[in-house]
């Protein structure tokens, strides 16, 4: 077999939710491929033999029990469903720097980087998802894909 099935939620992303998230996990199949989790609303067929290009939504990684969020996981997701957000304007300096993978840096009335408790964030223009940023002491590291990210 080149995957694995999950019973129930796994332990990994039942962690992420607790710390990160304020919805509750997705009901449905999990499954590991390798390191990658994913994940399908009802349960698959029989994978045996096949290969696979894209098995339902990529979760994330997996390393040394902890998940590791995808960047597809997010964009599946509203900023409401996490615990901590960082809104930029369409307009803004702030969303330009993010889309160039730099650090995030806004202060202001609605919030303040500095102040986002260590763990995921979402990254959001006008109230939609972009990304993911990683809070940590203070500092958000800035977790676009480094393929999409802008050169200019």
């Given at each position: 077999?080149?995957?694995?099935?999950?019973?129930?939620i796994p332990d990994s992303v039942?962690?992420?939710?607790?710390?990160?998230?304020?919805?509750?996990?997705?009901?449905?199949?999990?499954?590991?491929?390798?390191?990658?989790?994913?994940?399908?609303?009802?349960?698959?067929?029989?994978?045996?033999?096949?290969?696979?290009?894209?098995?339902?939504?990529?979760?994330?990684?997996?390393?040394?029990?902890?998940?590791?969020?995808?960047?597809?996981?997010?964009?599946?997701?509203?900023?409401?469903?996490?615990?901590?957000?960082?809104?930029?304007?369409?307009?803004?300096?702030?969303?330009?720097?993010?889309?160039?993978?730099?650090?995030?840096?806004?202060?202001?009335?609605?919030?303040?980087?500095?102040?986002?408790?260590?763990?995921?964030?979402?990254?959001?223009?006008?109230?939609?998802?972009?990304?993911?940023?990683?809070?940590?002491?203070?500092?958000?590291?800035?977790?676009?894909?480094?393929?999409?990210?802008?050169?200019?």
């Open positions: 077999k080149s995957y694995k099935k999950i019973q129930g039942k962690a992420f939710y607790k710390k990160n998230m304020q919805s509750e996990p997705w009901e449905g199949s999990y499954f590991i491929m390798g390191t990658n989790m994913y994940y399908l609303p009802e349960e698959p067929p029989v994978l045996d033999g096949l290969k696979i290009a894209r098995a339902g939504v990529f979760v994330g990684s997996v390393e040394y029990e902890a998940l590791k969020p995808s960047h597809p996981f997010a964009m599946a997701l509203d900023a409401s469903d996490f615990k901590s957000a960082i809104n930029f304007d369409a307009d803004g300096d702030d969303i330009q720097r993010y889309l160039k993978g730099e650090t995030a840096t806004k202060n202001g009335e609605d919030c303040e980087i500095s102040s986002l408790p260590d763990g995921y964030a979402a990254v959001c223009v006008d109230g939609y998802i972009v990304g993911l940023g990683k809070m940590q002491g203070g500092v958000m590291k800035n977790l676009y894909p480094k393929g999409w990210r802008r050169m200019r």
